[in-house]
């Protein structure tokens, strides 16, 4: 065995010990009293034992315990404090065996298996009237409402199933000497789950209600709650325009029993709760009014007296309670009148109306009250159906709940008890079937060892009621239906004749001496499988029969009220052609029920009732023996000990189980049996704790199927967490690869698009480029539409550039940026204006000192321009108006020339006449003289009016000579000089003096006086340096560089 295995083994050990321990624990002292399960008696053949059990449970008020999975409960007759919704919470989800035994367990182990198997299943509730079958399945129903899940869909479906009920009792219940709230209908009610266990819908079957009791009651029963209800408990308003007072003494139908008041109900309340489920179960205003008119006229009708006319025949004369039967139900009184009175009898060719005795009126009115109410029952049924009624077609799992009458033994029992021991008769045989006989034969089909177990079988008894032209049922049809004087007796006689001689059907006629002091005349006799029953034969061919004149139906379908209308369609086969007769209705009506319970998992609650007197704490052994032997437990328990507790199909059981063994999870290859037996051996079942069949596994004790339960929700949690982790890690790749596709998809269209963005670009670039090139190729053609474009942008591009590259001064004139051929002219245009500009605002930015400036430069220009070797040099130069200020003259000076106001000063270097000596000298010009100065001492005065002219060389030197006309010997004569600013000094001079003509640009030599009379000379000449100096002829020889022309 693997490690797993003996780490689940051992858990399941622990886990059974544990479970006893709880169960010990959680069990009070009174919860220990007796045993919990009849399977575990000691004494499992012992009737006495088994009372002894359910005996001391009783008295300590455990009212429910178990045979297996069947649940055994006794009428406790009191309210025990164990359904409330705490208890509910409880059991809820809990395996069957680990709380003290409860309906509610029981409940909730149908819901579970009906949902992890996904099938149908019925709860059988059977026992006599009073055992508590009702109450059961009412706390079955409670237990679903509260623990299935909800929503707000859901919560008004289990509404209308529990408000159902209410409604249903107040109009199919009554009290009877047996029970305060007696079922007088069988009731077959489907609760439909979706997969997820919410209760989405529900649908109920009917059986034979007991009709005669809307006309008749025994003595301390009553007519159907409702009746009493309505007069109880129904408004004023109500009762007035229903014609009613509110007093049931009143009315015929409900006094018959002489007990209208029962202690234990509160018909006033109860009427409250009827009206108000009725709202919620969907009932319109008009549909409440039709069914209480109904319910009015049925009690109007029972107080319809007859009169005898003069020929005895029944009369109504004007009769007040007809009158409100006819306004109720909406039928001309005329009509009604007639249908009370009198027979339809069709003869030949013609319908003819024969008059009724009083009695027979009296027959005639109550079968047409037993067929409203009958009738209206069943419209109820069916309109609490369509209530119910889940409309959506997803697959539904359904629970089946069976509450049917029980078996029934009065002093006198009539047809009646006859139909319902009849039916608890099937419901046996049905009980046998499903466990008992199928159980052996499973057995032996499984190949399983078998002791068996001997049981009664009752088909004997059911063939003896039910089969085909030998049975009591077909007897009493065919008496029913046969022409002349059937009466009840003919019917007994016939049973005599027919079934005398059946070992479980005995009459006054037939029986032995001792067994005819029981039995009266009219009687007859059935062993039914729960004992005898005797019956009284008076009634049954006419409660058989349950007949309602045809003109009864016929005034019946002239109703205005839509219920009745309903009721007696007009599709409804007239009388030429007999109805079925009342028993063989419910016989097939049983027959559908069995094939509905044959296809479902059956599970049972026997009722029992511990004593007649509806009183809590007794315990009457007789009784219970009686019912304990008749509900067939001691069988039950029998074979529950003998066999399996539990057993499945292998497939099933694999399925459920698999998880817990790593080879049959998550699949298993094999055959499903190779796959069980692989799970329990790695679980560890013992030999002796189980069985391999045929197809399925049988599990002796309930504990070790419980362990491996427990191990599997355990191991359920695991794997569904592991399945969730799988699930969402699955969901999110899924995400992850939606996003990432959606990514690439993003990136290819934004590529795609990018691309074609580019590939136009490209294609424009082309164009643009072949239209460029073809524009340079035809640029010198004349413009076309080939080259318009280059050209413009040639034109444009030839601007653009110009403008970034205009001349700055206009000096720069020349520098203007060359033209395409085409701009040509523009270019001679534009270079034309932008020069003119540039003039105008540069003629616009000279001031007029400047002005003046600029006069004296154009006055050098003409004087020197292409004379002079150095004058470009100075072109640049500005003038100023002195180079010496007259701080640097001497006062003395300023004060010898004094007004003459000096014009113009200039240091000069003078080279004396004898030796040509050099001296710096201040030359100044007045208006009329000018002054060669030494510091304070003028050294001579020429006047303008004496200088002759004034020679300068042609070379780049700056010598001037100034020629004096000169008479006096002692007179100084010419002045050799030479100035920085020679053209400057010479130009200021020829202004101040007005002598423009009188400068001469010589070449090569100067001749000057140095006195009158004695001449000097000047020789000027280029050389490598400049100098100056005395020549060997006596000459002052000045050399200057050859500066280069610009
Ligand atoms: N579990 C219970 N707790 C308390 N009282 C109960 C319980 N079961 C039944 N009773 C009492 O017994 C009475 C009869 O029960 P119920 O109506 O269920 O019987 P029944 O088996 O349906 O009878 P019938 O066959 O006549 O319809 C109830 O009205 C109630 O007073
Ligand atoms: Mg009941």
Redesign the pocket.
């Known amino acids: 065995m693997t490690h797993m295995a003996l780490e689940v083994k051992e858990s399941l050990e622990e886990r059974c010990n544990r479970i006893l321990r709880n169960m010990e624990a959680s069990l009070t002292a009174r919860d220990r009293v007796g045993i919990q399960d009849f399977v575990l008696l000691d004494a499992h053949t012992s009737e006495t034992a088994f009372l002894d059990n359910l005996r001391k449970r009783f008295h300590e008020n455990l ?1 429910y315990t178990y045979i297996g999975t069947l649940l055994v ?1 006794v ?6 404090d164990m359904y409330s919704k705490k208890q509910m919470d409880t059991y809820m989800g809990v395996n069957f065996f680990e709380l003290p035994p409860h309906i509610y367990a029981l409940a909730d182990n149908v819901f579970r298996t009906m949902l992890s198997e996904c099938n149908n299943h019925f709860i059988l509730i059977s ?10 399945s009412k ?1 079955v129903l409670q237990f679903y409402a509260v623990s299935c899940p909800s929503t707000k869909v859901l919560n008004n479906v289990r509404d209308r199933l529990v408000l159902s009920n209410p409604v249903l009792e107040a109009f199919g ?1 009554a009290k ?1 000497l ?6 007088r209908f069988g009731k077959y009610m489907d609760i439909q789950f979706d997969h997820q266990g919410g209760a989405v819908g529900g649908h109920i079957l009917s059986y034979l209600l007991e009709k005669s009791r809307v006309v008749h009651q025994n003595h301390g029963e009553r007519n159907f709650h409702i009746f009493y209800q309505l007069v109880e408990g129904g408004e004023e308003d109500l009762l007035r325009w229903l014609g009613l007072e509110r007093n049931c003494q009143n009315y015929n139908y409900l006094v018959q029993g002489n007990c209208t008041k029962v202690s ?1 109900i509160n018909d006033k309340n109860d009427w409250k709760t009827v009206r108000k489920a009725l709202s919620v179960i969907d009932f319109s205003e008009g549909d409440t009014e039709n069914l209480f008119g109904i319910i009015a006229s049925v009690l109007h009708l029972g107080n319809i007296k007859f009169e005898a006319d003069h020929r005895g025949y029944a009369s109504l004369n004007n009769n007040q309670e007809m009158q409100w039967v006819s306004k109720l139900l909406g039928i001309p009184a005329q009509v009604l009148q007639q249908g009370l009175t009198h027979r339809k009898i069709e003869a030949k060719t013609e319908e003819v109306f024969s008059p009724f005795s009083v009695d027979h009126a009296v027959y005639a009115r109550d079968a047409l009250a037993k067929a409203i109410y009958g009738r209206t029952f069943n419209w109820l049924v069916n309109r609490i159906n369509e209530s119910l009624a889940n409309k959506d077609s997803s697959r539904k799992t359904v629970i089946g709940l069976l ?1 049917i ?2 078996f029934e033994v009065f002093n006198v029992n009539s047809f009646e008890q006859f139909c319902i021991n009849y039916c608890n008769e099937k419901l046996q045989q049905l009980f046998i079937e499903l466990t008992l006989k199928s159980e052996q034969e499973e057995y032996k089909l499984e190949g399983i060892e078998w002791e068996p177990v001997p049981y009664f079988n009752n088909k004997i008894i059911c063939d003896l009621v039910e089969a085909k032209h030998k049975g009591i049922i077909s007897l009493l049809d065919e008496e029913c239906l046969r022409p002349g004087e059937a009466t009840d007796l003919t019917f007994l006689e016939k049973m005599e004749e027919k079934i005398g001689g059946h070992p479980h059907f005995v009459t006054h006629k037939l029986a032995d001496q001792k067994t005819r002091k029981t039995l009266e005349r009219g009687d007859f006799r059935l062993l039914h499988y729960a004992g005898e029953v005797t019956y009284c034969v008076v009634g049954f061919l006419d409660k058989n029969n349950d007949l309602l004149y045809r003109n009864g139906k016929e005034v019946m379908r002239q109703s205005k009220n839509t219920i009745i209308r309903l009721c007696f369609p007009s599709t409804e086969p007239d009388s030429k052609r007999r109805p079925e007769t009342v028993v063989t209705q419910f016989k097939s009506s049983l027959v559908g029920l069995t094939d509905i319970l044959l296809s479902k998992e059956p599970w049972y609650v026997r ?1 029992i009732k511990p004593n007649e007197a ?1 009183q809590p704490g007794r315990f009457d052994d007789v009784l219970v023996r009686h019912q304990v032997k008749y509900l067939g437990l001691m069988e039950h328990l029998r074979v529950r000990r003998a066999g399996f507790a539990y057993r499945r199909k292998y497939e099933i059981f694999l399925q459920r189980y698999k998880p817990l063994c790593p080879d049959t999870w998550p699949n298993w290859r094999g055959t499903a049996a190779e796959g069980v037996r692989c799970l329990i051996k790695y679980l560890g079942y013992r030999s002796d704790e189980y069985k391999m069949g045929r197809t399925k596994i049988f599990i002796r004790h309930p504990k070790t199927l419980f362990a491996t339960e427990d191990a599997f929700q355990v191991c359920k949690h695991k794997l569904a967490t592991r399945i969730q982790a799988k699930y969402k890690g699955y969901r999110v790749k899924g995400d992850f690869q939606k996003q990432r596709e959606a990514a690439t998809k993003i990136e290819n269209c934004w590529r795609g698009l990018m691309a074609r963005k580019e590939r136009e670009k490209r294609a424009w670039a082309v164009k643009v480029i072949k239209k460029f090139i073809k524009g340079f190729m035809t640029r010198n053609q004349p413009a076309c539409i080939d080259n318009s474009e280059y050209l413009a942008y040639v034109r444009q591009n030839y601007l653009t550039r110009l403008k970034e590259n205009l001349p700055k001064t206009v000096l720069e004139k020349d520098a203007w940026l060359t033209p395409p051929p085409i701009m040509q002219e523009a270019s001679q245009l534009l270079k034309k204006i932008y020069i003119r500009h540039m003039v105008w605002k540069y003629v616009h930015g000279v001031s007029v000192q400047k002005k003046g400036q600029l006069q004296l430069k154009v006055q050098a220009s003409s004087m020197f321009k292409g004379k002079k070797e150095n004058y470009p040099f100075s072109v640049c130069r500005p003038f100023l108006d002195t180079r010496i200020g007259e701080e640097d003259i001497s006062i003395k000076v300023l004060q010898l020339i004094g007004p003459e106001c000096i014009k113009y000063s200039v240091p000069v270097v003078k080279y004396d006449r004898n030796g040509f000596r050099p001296r710096l000298r201040q030359l100044i010009f007045t208006l009329e003289a000018a002054y060669l100065v030494e510091e304070a001492k003028i050294k001579q005065r020429i006047e303008f009016s004496s200088l002759k002219g004034v020679s300068v060389s042609n070379l780049s030197d700056n010598f001037l000579i100034l020629h004096v006309t000169c008479d006096d010997i002692n007179k100084k004569g010419d002045l050799v000089l030479q100035c920085d600013y020679l053209f400057e000094a010479l130009t200021k001079l020829s202004v101040i003096a007005n002598k423009q003509n009188c400068i001469r640009v010589v070449q090569g030599s100067v001749r000057f006086d140095i006195q009158p009379g004695r001449e000097g000379f000047v020789d000027f000449k280029s050389g490598q340096e400049s100098m100056v100096y005395r020549a060997k002829n006596g000459h002052l020889m000045v050399e200057s560089t050859r500066t280069k022309s610009r």
């Open positions: 009212i409960s009428n406790p007759y009191r309210e025990l026992g006599e009237s009073g055992a508590g079958k009702t109450e059961a706390k219940n009877t047996k029970n305060d709230n007696s079922s234990s509450d009458y029980g009722c509806k």
